[in-house]
Every structure is written in C-alpha cells, then in structure tokens.
C-alpha cells in the first residue's frame, strides 16, 4: 500500500493543499497537483534546467527534489513572474531581444535569471554568464538569452 502525505505547497503566493507519495517530485506535483504547466520536465536528472524554480527564493532543479521536502515552503514559478498582464522585465527582454526559440528551455532561464539577478542585482557579466551556464538550450539561443539577460541587469544597476 503507497503512502499519501498532505502537504502544503506555497505556489506564487497561493496556498495548494495536495497529496502526495514520497517518491512524487516538485516538477510533477506542481504540474500535475496545482496545475503550473509553465515548469517545463526535460531530462529528470537536474542537468538542463528547463524545470528550474525559485524555492525561498534560490534557483533549484524541481526534478530533483521530492514534493515533500517543500511542504510549507514559498515556491515561484514562471507563472509568478508577470503581474497580470504586466511581464516581468525579463519576460519582456526575452521577447525585445529573441531569446525565444522553441521556448521549452525559456521558463527555466527566467527562472534561473529571477533568482540570480534578485540575488545580486549587480552581478558581474561574468558571474552572471557563468550562472547562465547552468542551464541548457537545445536550440543555441545563448546569445539573445545572455543579450536579454544582460539588459535587465543594465536596467536594475541604472
């Protein structure tokens, strides 16, 4: 018999009360438990990014962590980046700069971007091309990603 937990997932500022077996991970059950299809699954073994969140506000791979280790904890995703129909400033620097290909690898990037440039809103180029780094784009959009990337980082040390 599979053991259930209720846990409590802090999901862009909404509280989502979900059930889950120990084994379910933080990308599926924010997925498939609250519904953020955003948070795209790639490889399940932490190494493209494309399932990149902020968790208390620090970038992690959602595939490697189980849902359970989250309960409680505040969670942002993609989805919590715009203000309604307001983009996020990268959001709109994704799309000024074509840093747009497919865009399977998009929200793990504005993930991994929200959390390095909230960290340290004046990163240096190459602490911020090296934190990039982590990520993977199949479609070799590093260029327009750093240009759009790079942008913002210009505008929050202005």
């Keep these: 018999m599979t053991q259930h937990h209720s846990i ?23 997925r498939e438990g609250c519904g953020a299809t955003g948070t795209h699954t790639g490889c399940e073994h932490g ?11 620090e970038p992690i791979r959602a595939c490697l962590m189980f849902a359970i280790q989250a309960d409680g904890r505040q969670i942002r995703t993609v989805e919590g980046l715009a203000h309604g129909t307001i983009l996020h400033r990268l959001q709109q620097a994704f799309i000024d700069h074509h840093a747009l290909q497919c865009g399977y690898c998009t929200p793990g990037f504005l ?19 090296d ?13 327009n990603i750093l240009r759009a990337v790079r942008a913002v980082a210009a505008e929050l040390r202005a």
């Design 47 to 57: 190494v493209c990014g494309s399932c990149t969140v902020l968790l208390d506000g």
């Design 8 to 30: 409590t997932l802090h999901l862009n500022g909404t509280a989502h009360a979900v059930s889950v077996e120990p084994r379910h991970t933080l990308v599926d059950v924010i």
């Design 111 to 129: 993930m991994l971007a929200a959390g390095l440039l909230e960290a340290d809103p004046n990163i240096s180029d190459d602490a911020l091309q």
């Design 131 to 143: 934190g990039l780094s982590a990520n993977l784009c199949r479609c070799t959009g590093y260029v």
